[in-house]
């Protein structure tokens, strides 16, 4: 089991060395072929701001996205170079305002899909809520880079967060490409105490078994929220296990397609210090 085909969004050209370094990693590890997206989104109307959108206007935004396109390409083109790697360069124009919509149409087709963290105050292009999209209705597993930091490893000592959910065995799973070559992989159920019925006398056992199986060798334990949020506490053991990498299930629905996210998934894309992958 390997991530055979990646897709990598480059729309933050900034991060896009760190985003294709992280990529590399397990590309480098399963023998990937490589797939470079950049989406150049259509103009956002504001129908409250009266905006005169003129040729000029016009020109300007897509003169401004063509660069990018072009520097992301040459960033991705020198470093599938050098790494060796088998790489297909893809440039798109979405029909709509927002860059998830053709990341996720092209995602579908892939093992994983690498992107960075949203920056708030960047001009990529980017919506605010690319990544949550991007993660609940891709149906792919999702590895999201933080927007600050460069990352020599991904996935030697990894946290998992374990609940017994639909959307946590999503993640277990579709993380365990990454999973079997961990030195160490840390399942974390958080609260467990509040579920007894579902959580048994030995919370996480069960998973930790199953994946023992795959040779990965995994330890399960349970630690109390104490009045923090539950991704806090993920982030938190992270930090406690020096981990390099976080697997979570993400939830949320959409409504008006505006979409409400969970707390703790919120909570870690928003404070991510390392690679997260999300699964839904």
């Not at 959307?167 to 159920?189: C, G, M, T, Y």
């Not at 998934?265 to 928003?270: P, Q, T």
């Amino acid at each position: 089991m390997a991530f055979k085909t990646i897709l990598v969004s480059l729309n933050d050209v900034e991060r896009a060395p760190a985003i294709l370094s992280a990529a590399m990693i397990i590309a480098l590890r399963d023998d990937a072929h490589v797939v470079g997206l950049y989406v150049a989104p259509a103009i956002r109307v504001h129908p409250a701001v009266q905006v005169n959108l003129t040729p000029e206007i016009m020109e300007m935004q897509q003169s401004h996205f063509k660069a990018e396109a072009k520097q992301a390409k040459k960033i991705f083109e020198e470093e599938t170079r050098k790494q060796g790697i088998n790489g297909e360069w893809r440039q798109a124009a979405s029909l709509t305002p927002n860059v998830a919509d053709v990341v996720i149409e092209h995602g579908r087709e892939a093992d994983l899909i690498v992107a960075g963290q949203v920056d708030t105050d960047g001009d990529n292009g980017l919506e605010l809520d690319f990544n949550e999209r991007v993660a609940l209705e891709a149906g792919r597993p999702v590895l999201v880079i933080p927007l600050a930091g460069d990352f020599k490893t991904i996935g030697e000592q990894v946290v998992v967060g374990w609940n017994a959910t639909r959307e946590a065995a999503r993640a277990a799973f579709d993380a365990l490409p990454l999973l079997k070559h961990a030195s160490q992989v840390h399942l974390i159920w958080v609260d467990a105490q509040r579920e007894p019925e579902v959580a048994g006398n030995l919370p996480g056992s069960e998973l930790a078994a199953s994946l023992s199986r795959h040779d990965v060798n995994v330890t399960a334990e349970k630690t109390p929220a104490a009045g923090v949020g539950v991704g806090e506490v993920l982030l938190n053991r992270v930090s406690d296990h020096g981990a390099d990498l976080l697997v979570m299930g993400v939830y949320g629905h959409s409504r008006m397609r505006e979409f409400i996210f969970g707390g703790a998934s919120r909570s870690a894309l928003h404070h991510m210090t390392v690679p997260v992958l999300m699964s839904n």
